[in-house]
Nanobody, 125 residues
């Protein structure tokens, strides 16, 4: 399974940024419960759950602290997942990773078998 994240960059506090993650078409067709999501990791901190989406239903689950600011979506026709981040804060700065699993793996990184490379988000104050 291949996952590839992109879209990171430098943004001012209060600004917005949209990350993208390309995922394998083969897995999307095989697993009705296939779930992809986002985690982030700031320097010196553990990898943190951001949110996930179940591809078949579009059901999304978010970290409580990010609800209302971050939105995960997917485009079935393009096999793409997105993370729209609004009202960014300096604390949002991190390497953002897309992750996948054949079913919802919970809010721990260990629950996801597939990982893409990270994309760096920097938020300037």
């Amino acid at each position: 399974v291949q996952l590839q994240a992109s879209g990171g960059g430098v943004v001012q506090a209060g600004g917005s940024l949209k990350l993208s993650c390309a995922t394998s078409e083969r897995v999307l067709k095989d697993a009705t419960t296939y779930t992809t999501g986002w985690f982030r990791q700031a320097p010196g901190k553990e990898r943190e759950f951001v949110g996930v989406i179940v591809w078949s239903s579009g059901l999304t689950i978010y970290a409580d602290s990010l609800k209302g600011r971050f939105t995960i979506s997917r485009d079935n026709t393009k096999n793409m997942m997105y993370l729209q981040m609004n009202s960014l804060k300096p604390d949002d700065a991190a390497v953002y990773y897309c992750a996948g699993n054949n079913y919802y793996g919970g809010r721990q990184a260990s629950g996801y078998a597939y990982w893409g490379q990270g994309t760096l988000v920097t938020v300037s104050s």
